[in-house]
T-cell receptor, first 114, second 116 residues
Framework: DQQVKQNSPSLSVQEGRISILNCDYT??????FLWYKKYPAEGPTFLIS?????DKNEDGRFTVFLNKSAKHLSLHIVPSQPGDSAVYFC?????????????FGQGTILTVHP | GAVVSQHPSRVICKSGTSVKIECRSL??????MFWYRQFPKKSLMLMAT?????????EQGVEKDKFLINHASLTLSTLTVTSAHPEDSSFYIC????????????FGPGTRLTVT
């Protein structure tokens, strides 16, 4: 049962354009969402997060949008740069007994072309 | 800040031997550490959660006698793969979480284990 889904395995974008990475979840108990960036043979790097009480969080070129009614979040990268090319994972956290544990999506490979 | 290291980065061992992987939080106290495994082209699979000074909590399907986890201090957790077999070959990643930003985990660079 995949509770966090990233339905696009890959995305290709031109440098300078916007990259939009999507993520859907099914568990209504999830109350905190994170995006991580990962290069091959390295651990994920934290990018940005959002609490379920918000619908938008912005940090520099990265903005995360949360639509709770649709159980959907997205990561916008503007402008995209070749160095952004990596695998992006969304992750969700639920409270209660799952407090602190993250559930990851399958990842989306972003390629930014010069 | 929030730097997590892992050692070794890469290890090759023979079937039947045991391998220890260390995870250290370098600039913060990690009250909780997590161990993940990543299969090729797959997501990160949580194996276990360990709190400093307590026994680790293993996810369903993860053999606790095979994957021994020790979290003896606020900066160090170890994962020992006992009696390794080729199917244990994988990329193992740890993460650490501090007291204040409890939702955010900071990941180590990972360890590539190859069992021959």
């Amino acid at each position: 049962d995949q509770q966090v889904k990233q339905n696009s395995p890959s995305l290709s974008v031109q440098e300078g354009r916007i990259s939009i990475l999507n993520c859907d979840y099914t568990n209504s108990m999830f109350d905190y969402f994170l995006w991580y960036k990962k290069y091959p043979a390295e651990g994920p790097t934290f990018l940005i997060s959002i609490s379920s009480i918000k619908d938008k969080n912005e940090d520099g070129r990265f903005t995360v949008f949360l639509n709770k009614s649709a159980k959907h979040l997205s990561l916008h990268i503007v402008p995209s740069q070749p160095g952004d090319s990596a695998v992006y994972f969304c992750a969700s956290n639920a409270g209660g007994t799952s407090y602190g544990k993250l559930t990851f999506g399958q990842g989306t490979i972003l390629t930014v072309h010069p | 800040g929030a730097v997590v290291s892992q050692h070794p980065s890469r290890v090759i061992c023979k079937s039947g031997t045991s391998v220890k992987i260390e995870c250290r939080s370098l600039d913060f106290q990690a009250t909780t550490m997590f161990w993940y495994r990543q299969f090729p082209k797959k997501s990160l699979m949580l194996m276990a959660t360990s709190n400093e000074g307590s026994k680790a909590t293993y996810e369903q399907g993860v053999e606790k006698d095979k994957f021994l986890i020790n979290h003896a201090s606020l900066t160090l957790s170890t994962l020992t793969v006992t009696s390794a077999h080729p199917e244990d070959s994988s990329f193992y990643i740890c993460s650490a979480r501090g007291r204040d930003r409890v939702y955010e985990q900071y990941f180590g660079p990972g360890t590539r284990l190859t069992v021959t």
